[in-house]
């Protein structure tokens, strides 16, 4: 054989290996396209077309992109992730004819997996039902999350859901931290935190609650530092109902609810920089402690109630 034949197939073969991918690898990143297929493998040229699809397919602290707009549909995170739509319209729509929940974080304690962290960015997550049903709300909640040690939730809108928008329902410690985050019209609450063992350490920024009967509830053992916050068209805006919860707020406004605050028994809410009015009642202590450490405005409610407490400014 010429001598330039064989050094091209020598070549060629040895290429083939180097790219050669067994079919049930794991890699990162992966894609989703509205145009994509779960049989493909999820690279960017070849995307799948849903996020469960793509998860089986993404490695432990991979990153699942959207590489246009589209409807990615529920999925249950069992490992460390990233999902990141920013830039595209990206969706879930968690209705259907039989509700479910848009995001549930379940990541099991692994070796494999110490860190067991979602960052979910860029995504507009709805429970409305289907056509028939238009305008019902069916889904469950928007984001669950059962077990993982951190989730982090950017640049994201959640609504239309018949229970929560984001629920903390963990039996062990969990950090949340919402950052840009808006929360509308869900028949529960918009953000409910509680734990059967350990405690939820939450983390807002800009993070607005609208058209919820409760819209942040602090239910189980819970420390929050809130800042950037709005409530308004909540029944109660803020909520503490468990003993020892510690919720810190600055620059937060509750408005236009019928409850702006409320502490419970044993639990404690400090507050600046913050505005409450246009409330039927402003501030509910209900035997817990509600904190004003300076330049707050308690003014224009129907019943304005009364701090507990007032720390001087220094």
Same mark, same amino acid.
Request: aromatic share 2%; with cysteine; net charge neutral.
């Given at each position: ?8 197939l020598i070549l060629a073969s040895a290429t083939t290996a180097l790219f050669a991918v067994p079919a049930n690898a794991q890699s990162t990143p992966t894609w989703v ?79 494999? =997996?110490?860190?067991?962290? $979602?960052?979910?960015?860029?995504? +507009?997550?709805?429970? #409305? @039902?289907?056509?028939?049903? *238009? /305008? ?54 918009g953000v409910t935190l509680a734990t059967s063992g350990g405690q939820v350490i939450a983390s807002f920024n800009n993070v607005r609650v609208d058209g919820t009967p ?29 003993? =020892?919860?510690?919720?810190? $707020?600055?620059?937060?406004?509750? +408005?236009?609810?019928? #409850? @702006?605050?409320?502490?419970? *028994? /044993? ?18 202590a209900s035997g817990g402690s509600i904190v004003s450490m300076a330049d707050n405005s308690l003014t224009g409610n129907t019943t304005d109630g009364t701090f507990t ?6």
């Open positions: 054989m010429h001598r330039n034949t064989m050094s091209a396209s509205g145009n994509g297929s779960d049989g493909d493998p999820c690279s960017r040229f070849l995307p799948c077309k849903t996020f469960a699809g793509a998860l089986l397919k993404t490695s432990i602290n991979g990153e699942i992109s959207c590489a246009d707009g589209g409807g990615y549909g529920p999925v249950t995170i069992n490992k460390s992730v990233t999902i990141d739509c920013t830039g595209t319209y990206a969706s879930i729509l968690a209705g259907g004819a039989v509700g479910t929940t848009g995001v549930t974080v379940n990541i099991a304690s692994s070796a494999d =997996d110490p860190h067991r962290s $979602v960052r979910i960015r860029g995504l +507009s997550i709805n429970g #409305t @039902g289907p056509v028939g049903t *238009a /305008g019902t709300r069916t889904g469950i909640d928007g984001i669950r999350v059962v077990q993982a040690s951190s989730v982090l939730v950017e640049d994201v809108v959640i609504g239309e859901f018949t229970q929560q928008g984001v629920e903390v329902a963990a039996s062990a410690n969990v950090n949340l931290t919402l950052d840009n985050v808006l929360i509308r019209n869900n028949n529960l609450s409760l819209g942040v509830s602090a239910a189980g053992l819970t420390r929050a530092n809130l800042r950037n916050v709005t409530l308004a068209h909540n029944a109660i805006g803020l909520r503490t109902s468990n003993t =020892d919860n510690i919720v810190n $707020v600055d620059n937060m406004k509750v +408005s236009f609810s019928t #409850t @702006g605050v409320q502490s419970s *028994a /044993g639990s404690t809410i400090r507050i600046a920089n913050s505005t409450i009015t246009q409330n039927a009642t402003g501030l509910s407490n007032t720390v001087p400014k220094l």
